[in-house]
Each structure stands twice: as structure tokens, then as C-alpha cells.
């Protein structure tokens, strides 16, 4: 029934006009059944980014900007600068010699290195250095600066969650002085005392929600991934904790290291929360929602919300490194995840029906493989019946 010829049209109306809205109108608009992510999946290579961080370089004299950072952006998002729901990623260049200047803000954000040997952040008077598979934390309201001491232009992956915090509107900001040398003359400070894993100092205070470590090493990521067992979707997974309460690294980011090898796809899964992927190592492919991007190293591609995703190796193995607002749903008792129980066919084909339950997969009984339920058919043409048991998809809680 058209909105003018309902019986009630002219209470609606009479609301609207008073300040109210009626829930009965629109209340599958205001309580969708599942989420629906805006942006399509995403993917922007290296090999097309690096003319960019070249003219960057040239054009732009970091005297000049807060930062000489290049943000990835999905026009899903109208223009703002958006890469996926609540997050952001760049690329940062510093020519030799460069200084970012230091500031401070409420939005957390993380650095990790891809080509930035030789070049230091300091965060809150500690020297971090960046090499090559480096995190570094700069968490909410933390100073924090950029210097490229090498003689070579340097290029790390940041991430950001300025979306959140200005939907909150809850940023805050603060410039430092271009002019404090003091500011970069200091050593590794207090990063000493979290260096190791497992030991920290016995009269260490409280459970700080941000992480008093702010650089986790890639030597150590890699030599945990060398050691990890296959978790549930059959990819290594490493998780970066605060080590003052085992939890994710900030309240607002989350952090985490996969490995993929060869040819095995990860078991294809969705979860309440968004993800940035930066490739840290290796080729592959990703199936995420209705779109396949094939990777290499540097690239990075999205996962947004609720969006159906399986990665796999074309070389031995591949690394990804993935920054997520995964903690911001936990904290909000709002974390779902749903896997499929069966492995992906070679071609598996994505629907991008509205709720899980459409979505689930169904075991053919004639071949025994499996397809979406919203397919008539599966991946061998056999025909489906939608009485077959779902082999998949549960909306359940649980861990990675
Ligand atoms: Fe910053």
C-alpha cells in the first residue's frame, strides 16, 4: 500500500508535522533483522599507490602538513573519508630527514611497518623503532611524532578509528610544537619493561585499558605464527594483547596476524565487526561477499561487517596483518560470528541476501557438496532441496 492511500496517513502526517514519528510505519527500517554493511568490499594495490606516494613525496613539504598520509576511502561512504565502517588506513611517506610533528588526539590509531626501517615514532617519550613487520600503538591521547632517520623515503601502513570517534563526536586534538627539539630526543624509556613476554614488573599498577607496550616486534609475530597451530577456520591467527590484562591492545582497536598456506581456504565466516587487511607477505585471493581480489604484498583490501569471507595462499604461505573494531563490539555484548562448517567449493559463489539464515549453506545429498541454500542448484548440478540439513551457519558466539 502506498504511503498517501494508508488509513493512518494523515496521523503520520499530523506526527511528523509535531516532532513524532510513528514506530508501526517504519520500525523494519529502524530494527533491520541483520546487519547490512554500506560498503562493498574493497581493494587497493601497492603497485597502483606507489605513483601517489612518489608525487607525495615531490609536491607535498612535510613543514607544510600535520601529516603526509594518503587514506584509502570507499565511495560507499559519500565522499567522507572512510575506508570501512569505523576505521581508516593510509599509507604515510617521510623523505629522509622528515619530522611529523607531534600531536595528540582521542582517536586510537596504530602504525605497522611495511618499508620504514630506519624511521622512529616516539610515543609519549619512548622511541619506537619501525622495522619491517613492527607494530606501534599510539593510543588515544598519547603524544606522538614521526621521524625518518635513514637516507631512504620510508612507507608504513596506519590505521585509525576517526570514523567511530566523530560519529561520537567525541575527538579531541591537540597540536604540539613544531619546535620542541626535546620531543625526539629521548630513548626506548619505559618500552624496557614490556619488552618480554610473560615478565613484568611486580609493582606494575592496575589494569591500564590501553597497552603499556606500544611496539610489538615482527621478529616475535612471525616466530608466534612459525609456532601457532591451525585455529577453527584453518588459518594461523595471532591476537596482539595488552599484556597488563590479556585483552585487545586499545578498547576501540584490535589487532591481529594471520598466516594462510597454500591453497587452503580458510573456512568462509562473517562477524559483527569490520576489518582492514594489509598484506604483509605472499600472494592470494580473498572471496569477501560478492567480490575475489587477487593480492600480493602491500596491498590492502576490506572485509566490512556481516560480509561472508575466505582467504587463501597461491604462494607457500602468506601473511596478512589484519586492525580491527572488533574490541568495540565485545565491550557492547555485540560480537557475533557465523562459520561455515563445511570447506568452500573451488568456485564458491557469495549471496548478498539479507540475513544469515538465507545465506546458509546446504550439503547436497546427491554429491555431497555444498552451496548457498538461496542457489537451486549446487556446485555439481545436482539439485538441492531446501529440507537438506544445513551444514552451516550459526549466528553463535564464539572465538576466533
Ligand atoms: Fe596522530
Redesign the pocket.
Known sequence: MSRAGRPDAALIRALEGAGYHPLWDRYQRITPVAPRAKDAPMHWRWAGFEPFAERAAREVPIEDV??RAIIMVNPAFGGETVTTGNLIAAFTVLEPGDRAVP???S?A?IRFSTRAEGAFTIVNGRRCEMREGDLVL?PPMCW?GHINESGHRTVWFDA?NMPLICGMDANFFEPGNRRDEQFWEVDQGEERLWASAGIAAANAQGAPAQSPKYRYTGEEARRMLDALPPGADGARTLRYVNPATGGPVMPTLDCYAKRLDRDTATRPCRVTHNQVCLVVSGEGSSSIGEKTFEWSRHDVFTVPHWTWATHRARSAQADLFLVTDRAVFEALDLLRIARMRCKPPARWRYSRASTWRRTASVRCARCGRCAPRTGRRCANRCALRSREAACVTSAKRSRW
Open positions: 600535520e601529516r600531536h595528540r588526539h582517536a590509531a599510539t606522538h585509525a
